[in-house]
């Protein structure tokens, strides 16, 4: 079943500016991960956050969990052409059936011009 | 180097045709996992193990099989396809929570594997 839903579906901005995509999810969760994904290709995993954590940093990457809003962002800051990537969010349940099992969204598609 | 290799990474072939397509870890992860990726339904879990000759359903198994004879090892078996499982094809493990104190909770990924069934 479908849980995390990012926003906006498509980016598009110019190199240097910052991007922030948005992802929301129905269920309680033990953690939340950010994975990029060049066109067709494999996922890289950016960052994690756990249900306990409020914000996180790696690089130029910010991420934030409100977990009484059932949200997180994902900031990308000075964006670069190489930045240009589908960005999904994914949830990680925390109890039965759902542990373990990563819940995708349908990803934002950021495109950075150079 | 760590990592979740698949083969082959890419397939055309033909309705009924059984397939299996290889996904191995070097991480000695306890949990393997199989997903697909279809345009605008983002990826969706196929299969799970939680270890050795342990695994389970996710949200779309119909059409598919897997086994776990090797904790490295998760083929997924195709034994009739069908065009409506062309797609692209995503193998991941991880650790388990109690397998190590130092435990990571991040899912690793193969490349992928194209698969397209006419």
């Known amino acids: 079943s479908q849980q995390g839903e990012e926003d906006p579906q498509a980016l598009s901005i110019q190199e240097g500016e910052n991007a922030t995509m948005n992802c929301s999810y129905k269920t309680s969760i033990n953690n939340l991960q950010w994975y990029r994904q060049n066109s067709g290709r494999g996922l890289v995993h950016l960052i994690l956050?756990?249900?306990?954590?409020r914000e996180k940093h790696s690089g130029r990457l910010r991420v934030t969990l409100d977990t009484s809003k059932k949200s997180s962002s994902l900031l990308i800051t000075a964006s670069r052409a190489a930045d240009t990537a589908s960005y999904f969010c994914?949830?990680?349940?925390?109890?039965?059936?759902?542990?373990?099992?990563?819940?995708f969204g349908k990803g934002t598609k950021l495109s950075v011009i150079p | 180097e760590a990592q979740v290799t698949q083969n082959p990474r890419y397939l055309i072939t033909v309705t009924g045709k059984k397939l299996t397509v290889t996904c191995s870890q070097n991480?000695?992860?306890?949990?393997m996992s199989w997903y697909r990726q279809d345009p605008g339904l983002g990826l969706r879990q196929i299969y799970y193990s939680m270890n050795v000759e342990v695994t389970d359903k996710g949200d779309v198994p119909e059409g598919y099989k897997v086994s776990r004879k090797e904790k490295r090892n998760f083929p997924l078996i195709l034994e009739s396809p069908s065009p409506n499982q062309t797609s692209l094809y995503f193998c991941?493990?991880?650790?388990?929570?109690?397998?190590?104190?130092?435990?990571?909770?991040?899912?690793?990924f193969g490349p992928g594997t194209r698969l397209t069934v006419l």
């Open positions: 956050i756990r249900s306990n954590e």
């Open positions: 994914a949830t990680e349940g925390n109890s039965g059936a759902g542990s373990y099992q990563l819940t």
């Open positions: 991941a493990s991880r650790q388990l929570r109690l397998a190590s104190l130092n435990h990571t909770d991040t899912q690793y």
């Open positions: 991480m000695n992860h306890e949990y």
